[in-house]
């Protein structure tokens, strides 16, 4: 097993929405030859969240805006809340951390789903902290389907 870890920037040029890193995590899965393992992905701005969905336009509007309007407006928030801690609240009810399994050199997200860091306070340069546990090949662990079917890890979400 090896661990190691390492970061990524990002530059936001808006004060909310969503900025889709997958391209930059499957660098780094290439950069360090990542085959298998999982990464944890940490936002180390405490007003960025990191989540994964569906690579649908309509989804990641509907979702930026749903959470944006949860940080600035919900009356019980406003009362407990000051102007500044309104985007750290957003970014909490999505998550700061996200666990990414790995097969095969490639991210098990899902078929056509993305990894989105979500700025809540920007714009500005936002640092994701990439931390590998890679472990050597897992050919014969297998996934149970709803149908009751045994299928490798590596076809699990192709």
Known sequence: MRVESTA???ETSFERG?????????????????????LTLVSSSSSCGI???????????????LLGAVGSTAT???????????PAFAAALVGVTC???VAGGQLLIGHDRRIFLMECAGPGFRKVLV???T???IDHTVLETESGRDIR???SFR
Do not use: C, F, Y
């Open 8 to 10: 990524i920037e990002i």
């Open 18 to 38: 969503m900025v889709d890193i997958t391209p930059q995590i499957g660098k780094v899965l290439r950069e360090r030859e990542i085959e298998h393992g999982v």
């Open 51 to 65: 989540l994964i969905l569906e690579n649908e336009p309509a989804l990641i509007l509907g979702v930026g805006g």
């Open 76 to 86: 019980e928030i406003r009362k407990l809340e000051t102007e500044a801690s309104r």
């Open 99 to 101: 666990s990414v399994p």
């Open 131 to 133: 931390h590998m546990t």
């Open 135 to 137: 472990t050597s090949a």
């Open 153 to 155: 890890a590596e076809e």
